[in-house]
């Protein structure tokens, strides 16, 4: 650590002002604060502040995010095989999903760390570290064989007008990470959507239907287990598929207190009491699934833990995350069952809440003025 | 004619009227008006050049017909005159491209008879046609269409080249690249892409044309 401490203190006079890279100190400061706490110190105002900065905090979702990544990397393997009807040993399907997940995460990163930075060098700010956690969600939610351009257009689409256009991380309206995935779903249909694509190189004789595709078509003839669905061993984007690896991710953030414990289980609760409406009112199949079913089938699960509970585009206030995350879980299931062209609501449910977010809290706070002033009121009196 | 000064046809101040609403006073880019019709009419080049020519041939005559008319009409119903005016336009408008080309016509489909809620329109004859005298009206009107039309055609262009690979429905993107793999951008065709577009525009503009910015 020593040695290293020296080596950037040395290379430090270059990158400042005046020096002879001083263009490229953004990226010369986001390498020197990933391995040391920044030194600076607050010189005005408020001088309280949080022990761990944002990189403490990105680096905890990322370490929350591992189960599910490692184990959606196998499970394209298995998933792969299984298409085939052969079963390798676990270290080859894990392999096979390794290298099919490794440009897609390059890719990702590439690109939007490259607009970070550029974006930071015209405008002079340092690097921010937003992009850290948005760069792997970003290769959880895909198909394994999404084609590299697209997602690269994807991805510099969300964090332009995802991010950027807005200010920067901690600006944005929207989570980035799902702006890339929407943009995907509505400019390329054909790779992130219908029942060929979630299975990677399937073979053509297998049926690749998620679930939720099944279910959305009323066939439930080969519907897997609940066991498996909540284990994960079934076709679908990378990361979303086992709950039980998001959960032990959902331990992570909730035990360190990186995400808010009221965004996600409100989401859970919204997501199975509109399952439950459902069944009583089991128009058709698909309304009489079991109301649980819904929690583990699809991303709700990973929505709910990861992409909800974004301290940036969620609620703020405590009143108004109960609200949002019920809200995003109801509407989530709601679209999965009506809407027949979507056959995966939490998306579109998390990004439709994250714009009404901000309308919440104003009425959250608004209503708390107006307590307060009742009670002045009474107390004058 | 009366005695004073005849000002010439192109006076600078003239030509200013065609000028400042391409750029500094555009009605879509700084105005932000009109918004609605360069969502629905620029999924293709075609549809939305016409639509420009129409709203030009539209705005410059009634911009026209308001000036003349302008110390005979009560204020209190002025804007009821305005729009009997427009709507004639339209109508004429509407008839034209209905006989000469029809097929356009049926894509702009209701969008034509929509030029009547034009803000832009009302706008101009609000605020300018009033209280001018017909010909700088007439530029006045030629200019804010032209401002109008150059950003459809800008945004068409776009999305009809990135969202269908065809310019005036002629294929433009080689077929070589479609079986490399490239595919249409669907989210171009649908409207929410226009206003991106929009606000992309509004970037490049402000970026080139400081004025613009608002010191806060």
Redesign the interface.
């Known amino acids: 650590m020593k040695a290293l401490r020296n080596f950037l203190d040395k290379q430090k006079p270059h990158f400042e002002k005046g020096g002879k890279l001083e263009k490229l100190h953004a990226m010369f400061d986001s390498a020197e604060t990933l391995f040391f706490v920044p030194d600076k110190v607050t010189s005005s105002g408020s001088h309280i502040r949080d022990a761990i900065d944002m990189k403490r905090t990105m680096i905890t979702v990322f370490i929350a995010l591992i189960p599910a990544l490692l184990f959606g990397m196998w499970n394209v393997g298995y998933q792969h095989f299984l298409s085939y009807g052969e079963s390798p040993d676990h270290f080859t399907m894990f392999l096979y999903g390794f290298f099919k997940l490794l440009p897609i995460i390059i890719v990702t990163y590439g690109v939007g760390l490259g607009l970070e930075i550029l974006f930071a060098q015209i405008r002079s700010h340092e690097v921010n570290e937003g992009f850290f956690v948005s760069g792997l969600l970003i290769p959880m939610i895909v198909p394994a064989d999404i ?1 590299l ?2 997602l690269a ?1 994807a991805v510099a689409f969300a964090v332009v ?1 995802g991010k950027e ?1 807005f200010g920067g991380t901690g600006m944005n309206i929207v989570n980035p990470a799902l702006v890339a995935r929407a ?1 995907l779903f ?6 992130i959507s219908g029942d060929k694509v979630w299975i990677s190189d399937k073979a053509d004789a297998f049926s690749g239907a998620t679930p939720l595709g099944d279910a959305l078509v009323g066939n439930f003839d080969n519907f897997p287990s609940v066991y498996d669905m909540f284990m994960g061993f079934i076709p679908g984007s990378v990361g979303e598929t086992s709950t039980l690896m998001i959960l032990i991710g959902a331990a992570i953030l909730l035990i360190t207190g990186i995400a808010n414990w009221r965004v996600m289980f409100t989401v859970f609760a919204g997501g199975y009491i509109m399952g439950l409406l459902f069944n009583l009112w089991g128009a058709n199949e698909y309304m009489e699934l079991p109301a649980y079913y819904h929690l583990i089938m699809g991303g709700f699960a990973f929505g709910a833990v990861f992409m909800a509970t974004d301290p940036v585009t969620a609620a703020q206030t405590n009143k108004g995350m109960y609200y949002y995350g019920f809200l995003v879980g109801m509407i989530a299931v709601l679209i999965r069952v009506f809407n027949p062209a979507y056959p995966e609501g939490m998306m579109l449910a998390i990004l439709l809440m994250n714009v009404f977010a901000p309308l919440i809290d104003h009425y959250v706070i608004e209503g708390n003025i107006k307590k307060r002033l009742k009670r002045l009121k009474v107390i004058s009196n | 004619m009366s005695t004073e000064e005849r000002e010439p046809l192109f006076s600078p101040k003239n030509m200013k009227l065609i000028k400042n609403p391409i750029n500094l006073s555009n009605p879509i880019t700084v105005q932000v008006l009109g918004i609605c019709s360069a969502l629905a009419v620029t999924a293709k080049l075609m549809p939305a050049i016409v639509m420009s020519i129409s709203v030009l041939v539209v705005m410059a005559a009634s911009n026209v017909v308001i000036s003349l008319l302008r110390n005979g009409i009560p204020p209190r119903i002025r804007i009821i005159v305005q729009l009997v005016v427009i709507a004639t336009m339209v109508i004429l408008v509407d008839q034209v491209l209905k006989a000469f080309v029809y097929d356009v016509s049926k894509q702009l489909s209701v969008f034509v008879g929509l030029i009547i809620t034009n803000c832009i329109i009302m706008g101009r004859l609000e605020a300018f046609a009033m209280a001018n005298k017909p010909w700088p009206a007439f530029l006045d009107g030629i200019g804010n269409a032209l401002g109008y039309g150059i950003i459809l055609i800008i945004i068409a262009f776009f999305r009809e080249l990135l969202g269908s690979g065809t310019l005036f429905d002629i294929q433009v993107i080689p077929q070589g690249l479609y079986d490399f793999g490239y595919v249409n951008n669907g989210l171009m065709i649908l409207p929410p892409m226009a206003l991106i577009t929009v606000g992309v525009i509004i970037w490049v503009q402000r970026y080139y044309t400081r004025e613009l910015i608002e010191d806060n």
């Open positions: 084609p351009w697209q257009v007008f256009v943009f509505f400019a390329y249909p054909g790779n």
